[in-house]
């Protein structure tokens, strides 16, 4: 679970637009509300042999407050909170976007799509989207990770653009704070024969003195595809001979079957490749070379869908497996709940059984109104 404290900036957030909303009525746009409450329950291998069992309970609400009505200015609101032994609060999305003639303006908490990938994309420079992860697999969105920003957006065209963004902050809160700042810019371009669109851009990322070019390509071709490469050159005195270290490469498939009668079947299947990491199987926790994320997909009636999904280290042969469902009972009611396992050698593979949370099944339920 990734609960945080609501720190400072979060607050100030919470009171701007708290403040705003007490602006009369004839001054501001309309604005749409819901709130979603999920409660769940974990069991869990909690690492100990002598004492293996462990349980966790949670109960999330997020409150989202959304303006409507006016297509050129849209704020939004996002607080989560947690209730497990402890009380946490968080504030994931907090941001202003002003659509003026000839560009768009973004301001707030959010987060930048660069790149192109469900789980692994070499193109997220910003937030680094290479790694597997270990929980909240059966969410809807498996990299939702957002950063304090500005971000100016200019079309040049159907689907073309060039954008510019400035970060004050580490996004990921791992680098050296006494240099905070980051900024970018990127391209993209629509080439309608080819049906394909190309996406470049160039990210310097002061926590951690690197320089990080991409370039994304994503298009149609029998499926959805797309392929991403990326470096992180080191600022400060790099090491060519080094350079296969620095390199990320992720590819992806996506493709969609309707099958009839409110029936669909959908496969992904991507893959995160690091030239310069690991190749030959070594100790628990190596960074292999390559990873796979395979997923399938099945909605039998328009209430219920089952999930496969699974992270694959061909290097080291283990996997993190994960299996569920969910049903809508009534609208805006869900029933929920999975199984994830691990398939490795103990103490060994990078998926291995002596791990915490190697085994455990979740369920719950979740609640929109």
């Known amino acids: 679970m990734r609960a945080r404290c609501l720190g400072s900036t979060g607050f100030a957030a919470l009171l701007i637009l708290l403040a705003l909303a007490l602006v009369p009525v004839n001054l501001a746009a309309e604005v749409a509300s819901s709130v979603t409450i999920t409660g769940y329950n974990t069991l869990y291998y909690s690492g100990d042999p002598e004492d293996p069992v462990a349980v966790a309970a949670v109960l999330k609400s997020s409150l989202n407050v959304d303006s409507v009505g006016n297509k050129n200015v849209k704020a939004y609101l996002q607080l989560d909170s947690w209730i497990t032994d402890t009380v946490n609060f968080d504030v994931p999305r907090a941001y202003i976007k002003v659509r003026f003639p000839w560009f768009r303006l973004t301001l707030g908490k959010t987060r930048v799509s660069w790149g192109d990938g469900f789980v692994f994309n070499a193109g997220d420079v910003v937030f680094a989207s ?80 690197e320089h990080r070019p991409y370039i994304s390509l994503h298009g149609h071709l029998l499926v959805d595809w797309n392929l991403s490469a990326s470096m992180a050159i080191p600022i400060d005195n790099p090491q060519w001979r080094q350079w296969d270290e620095w390199i990320g490469i992720s590819a992806g498939m996506f493709h969609l079957v309707n ?111």
């Open 130 to 209: 290479m790694g597997t992860i270990s929980d909240d697999l059966f969410a809807e969105t498996l990299r939702d990770e957002t950063a304090w920003l500005v971000a100016l957006n200019l079309p040049v065209g159907p689907f073309s653009f060039f954008e510019a963004v400035f970060l004050p902050y580490d996004p990921l809160g791992l680098g050296d704070s006494s240099h905070p700042v980051s900024g970018g810019v990127r391209g993209a371009f629509k080439l309608d024969r080819l049906k394909t669109t190309v996406e470049a851009g160039y990210l310097v990322s002061r926590p951690y003195w």
């Open 259 to 369: 099958l009839g009668l409110n029936r669909t079947l959908s496969f992904r299947l991507e893959a995160a490749i690091r030239p310069g990491a690991e190749w030959e199987e070594a100790s628990a926790g190596t960074d292999y070379g390559l990873f796979l994320f395979p997923e399938i997909a099945f909605s039998p009636t328009d209430t219920l869908s089952l999930q496969l999904r699974s992270f694959v280290s061909p290097v080291d042969q283990s996997a993190l497996f994960m299996v569920g469902g969910n049903w809508n009972v009534y609208q805006g009611l869900d029933v929920f709940s999975y199984l994830t396992f691990m398939a490795g050698e103990w103490k060994k593979d990078f998926f291995s059984l002596d791990q915490e949370g190697s085994v455990s099944w979740t369920a719950g339920l979740e609640f929109v109104y």
